[in-house]
């Protein structure tokens, strides 16, 4: 190996020679230092008497394997500098950078050129040399040259033309060079329309083409400014209408809030491969989401209606979850109780009102704290172990009403009273809140990729298909307060009813165990014994505030059960306000995802370097409180017969799981328009382009998938 | 009693907050490494003191030009005397540029005449991820309570060029004054320059 590179080296020592001994003298001064040769070179053979602009450029030709960088170098580096000693009256511009290829080292990745680059500069030439004389360039280039170690260098290069008549002749040995520089110079003004968007360290990018559709694969942007974006993040361009987006983990800059707050545009250069070699368009992204136009319009047709239909099928199914259904029957209990109602109808419909404006709020208020830059997806509110925390909290407190350790909206003597008076609409009102807000932790196993859709829409979707799940969670109780046939069926009220409301108690301790069980993935055993002791606090404190309904207000015990209610809810809520250990235990039961030996965790620079190399890699993205997850797991990723395919076609898989916020796995979610798990992708051998598979797994379509026969 | 319940959960929920790469005004990561001398180290015995992290690698051009012209050394002497703790970091992996032994280290340190508190050696990268350090030298200025107050460059010269740090604006300096004299950082994070840092 390394005679072969000793080889190589002399072999493309031999070529630089053999090119520099035709090169004229046009080509000028040539230094060569350890790693690069530098050559001081003009576009043409002499300077024109009658002034204008010559090109001069400092051509860097590097050993294989180093490189030498762009003006923003990424995440290390340093640019070249050119300092022209001119002659009075001639002036230099900037150099005119062609844009850079991205070059990996390790898991951190510079801005840069190798082989070869010609750095051009634009010499303003003065009217009124004499023809016939000479005029000499100096320049002194500093530049760092890097492979796996770097090295700091320097030249003092000069050129000397003579000055002629008319247009000077071009330098024929370096035309070829000067127009492929010049072809890899940014085109201003290119032909999109960029924004930019910044949610919760995770930068979005995208380009709206001006014209018909743009080309989107392999699309590169390298930004102007260091430390914007990561410039190892691997950047995908995933289709948006006519146009791309591109997602990639913050850099400092737009991390820092006060310096997001500052940044109102990122510019730099964006490179599109073609068949004849690259584009690369000096584009100016403005602060702001998705534009407005073709890519917003596009994803509005067919798949609007769809998802509005998905919704309220959605919102349908979620009157049967553990802790939906118990709030539902005692909406139905209490129109037994009432069951000569004059008007139930208005009773549904108010509750539809709850509900609808519970779900729009919660759409608003998402949408808010997307607007503020924090990185909530649908979903979010189970990765908090607080907010987990908070809804076994209200789970369990629902629980301990139904079990009859107090009563829920208002007193007993009130609970059979006319719906139609003010009192009952209101409470209704709230019923329909609160069948929202037990809904919540439902929704995200089972509903994440319906809600992922609606956030990538626009405000007024993201909030049409909120009401619309809403609006099928309301319908099947809507429908029946409508139809009298329908209410003359319910039994007729007794005692039963007690029994079946504390029967009722049981599916919602349920549910909060689950959410117990979800915290115990987050948070270190002593946080959740924490939960658990909050969990007791918050039943004694119920039990406290029953007996104060119960009480005389005068009586001494009645002070005492109101210190204990006092006590007890201010105890439980403090056990969960005080921060949790974010340190996750090993996962270690069978349930948890990730119990696979042959998974390796998800990183992206761990998928970037694996793409490159060229291997086949399979990547789940995984939650332990998603449900369908754990499903695809068990059934179709842990069997032997999968196992076995991934040893013999050498698949690696990629596991991020998402039990906790991560960054960089909602950034993949994002590039693959995701907003929640599961996600699977699967990039073949030598691809860069994943396929994404279905949110429910088969064993026979993984088989098939890995051995390439699907 | 519901109002106030659910106005509670919907407080709650809007706390949910990424845990992710350092950020100013945040609790700067915690970490432990072995020193040169063999001896675990950890940023929870620091507290209650400001602490200083420099990643370095002695091989890098940009980090020559700090301790060739003997301008790291002085920086480390000045603040540590200030009270100061100041650890140098090498994260460079077994193999790579600047990565050295225990023994190599504490003879580094001795050679250029160094003021660091203790140098860790963290082969694995571990701590050089925690912190998401680029390059060499990439600092970072920690609280006494533990709060990160700045990250980035040592100065505004990136450049190996010695005679540039005769006009450097060392950005260190000045965060480590006013996190000691408990006055706002003006300027709490730059983009750091040097060579990249050699993780395995």
């Known amino acids: 190996m390394h005679v072969f590179a000793g080889l190589m080296r002399i072999s493309i020592a031999l070529c630089l020679l053999s090119v520099a001994a035709a090169l004229p003298a046009a080509a000028g001064d040539v230094a060569t230092t350890s790693h690069v040769e530098a050559r001081l070179v003009s576009e043409v053979e002499g300077v024109p008497a009658s002034g204008g602009v010559v090109s001069l450029a400092l051509l860097q030709t590097m050993q294989p394997e180093w490189h030498t960088y762009w003006r923003n170098p990424g995440e290390s580096g340093e640019p070249t500098t050119l300092a022209w000693s001119l002659p009075q009256g001639f002036s230099a511009s900037d150099i005119k950078w062609p844009h850079p290829e991205r070059i990996p080292y390790g898991e951190l990745a510079n801005y840069g050129y190798s082989q070869q680059v010609l750095l051009r500069s634009e010499i303003t030439v003065p009217p009124g040399e004499a023809v016939g004389s000479t005029i000499t360039f100096k320049v002194d280039a500093t530049w760092l040259v890097c492979k796996d170690i770097c090295v700091p260098e320097q030249a003092t290069l000069d050129l000397t033309l003579p000055v002629v008549e008319g247009t000077p002749a071009s330098n024929a040995q370096l035309k070829e060079a000067f127009a492929k520089a010049r072809a890899t110079e940014p085109i201003l003004g290119g032909p999109f329309d960029g924004h930019f968007s910044v949610r919760a360290d995770t930068v979005t990018l995208y380009f709206v083409p001006t014209g018909k559709t743009a080309q989107s694969i392999g699309a590169q942007f390298f930004p102007y400014t260091k430390g914007q974006i990561k410039a190892s993040a691997l950047q995908t361009p995933e289709r948006l209408g006519q146009g791309f987006a591109i997602s990639v983990p913050a850099g400092w800059r737009l991390r820092d809030a006060s310096q997001l707050n500052q940044t109102s545009r990122i510019d730099g250069v964006l490179v599109i491969p073609s068949d004849s070699g690259t584009q690369a368009f000096e584009i100016s992204l403005q602060k702001g989401g998705v534009p407005a136009g073709p890519v917003a319009a596009a994803g509005a047709d067919i798949p609007f209606l769809q998802a509005i239909a998905f919704a309220i099928l959605g919102g349908l199914i979620l009157n049967l979850m553990p802790c939906v259904f118990p709030i539902l029957s005692m909406k139905a209990l209490s129109l037994v109780r009432s069951g000569h109602a004059e008007r139930p109808w208005v009773d549904g419909l108010v509750y539809l009102a709850g509900v609808m404006t519970t779900f729009a709020s919660l759409a608003g208020a998402l949408l808010w704290l997307r607007s503020l830059g924090e990185d909530v997806g649908w979903g979010f509110q189970l990765q908090s172990p607080v907010s987990v925390a908070a809804l076994a909290y209200i789970l369990a407190g629902v629980g301990f009403s139904l079990s009859g350790l107090f009563y829920l909206g208002g007193s007993l003597q009130n609970a059979g009273q006319n719906l139609s008076n003010h009192t009952g609409l209101v409470g209704t009102f709230f019923t329909g809140v609160l069948a929202v807000v037990v809904a919540a932790p439902c929704t995200a196993p089972f509903m994440g990729a319906a809600m992922s859709f609606a956030f990538t829409q626009s405000a007024p979707v993201t909030i049409a298909v909120f009401l619309a799940l809403g609006f099928g969670l309301a319908l099947p109780w809507v429908i029946f307060s409508m139809v009298p046939a329908l209410v003359r069926l319910l039994p007729r009220p007794g005692e039963w009813m007690d029994s079946f409301k504390q029967f009722l108690a049981f599916p919602m301790y349920g549910a909060a165990a689950w959410l117990v069980w979800v915290i115990s993935q987050q948070v270190s055993p002593e946080d959740l014994f924490r939960v658990m002791i909050g969990l007791v606090l918050l039943g004694f404190s119920a039990w406290a505030f029953g007996t104060l309904q119960r009480r005389a207000a005068e009586s001494r015990s009645f002070i005492l059960s109101f210190l204990f209610f006092i006590a007890g809810l201010g105890g439980a809520i403090a056990l969960i306000a005080m921060p949790f250990d974010p340190a996750r235990p090993a996962q270690s039961t069978d349930d948890s995802p990730g119990n696979h030996a042959f998974a390796e965790a998800y990183s992206a620079a761990r998928l970037a370097k694996l793409l490159a190399e060229g291997n086949p890699v399979f990547v789940n993205l995984t939650a332990a409180w998603c449900v369908s997850c754990l499903y695809n797991e068990r059934v179709a990723l842990s069997t032997d017969a999968v196992r076995n395919a991934f040893r013999d076609t050498g698949t690696v898989y990629l596991l991020g799981d998402w039990t906790n916020q991560n960054p960089e796995i909602s950034a993949l979610l994002k590039q693959h328009g995701r907003d929640g798990v599961p996600l699977y992708l699967y990039f073949a051998a030598d691809s860069a382009a994943p396929v994404i598979l279905p949110q429910i797994l088969t064993e026979g379509l993984i088989l098939d998938t890995l051995k390439g026969t699907k | ?200």
């Open chain 2, 1 to 200: 009693m519901i109002r106030l319940v659910l106005v509670a959960v919907m407080s709650l929920l809007a706390l949910t907050q990424a845990i992710a790469a350092p950020a100013i005004g945040q609790k700067a990561p915690a970490f432990s490494a072995i020193d040169s001398n063999g001896k675990l180290r950890s940023l929870s015995e620091f507290k209650g003191r400001i602490v200083v992290l420099e990643w370095t690698n002695n091989g890098c051009p940009y980090v020559r030009k700090h301790y060739g012209s003997g301008n790291m050394q002085k920086v480390q002497a000045d603040l540590t005397a200030q009270g100061a703790v100041w650890l140098s970091i090498i994260s460079s992996a077994p193999g790579k540029q600047g990565f050295v032994n225990g023994a190599e280290a504490n003879q580094l340190t001795a050679a250029r005449s160094a003021h660091p508190t203790a140098v860790l050696l963290d082969p694995t990268g571990e701590v050089g991820h925690a912190y998401e350090a680029q390059t060499t030298p990439h600092m970072f200025i920690i609280d006494r309570q533990g709060i990160l107050r700045y990250m980035g460059a040592i100065d505004d010269q990136p450049t190996t060029d010695p005679s540039s740090l005769q006009s450097a604006r060392t950005y260190v300096r000045e965060a480590f004054a006013a996190v000691s004299a408990g006055r706002p950082v003006e300027v709490t994070a730059t983009d750091p320059y040097g060579c990249s840092v050699k993780y395995q």
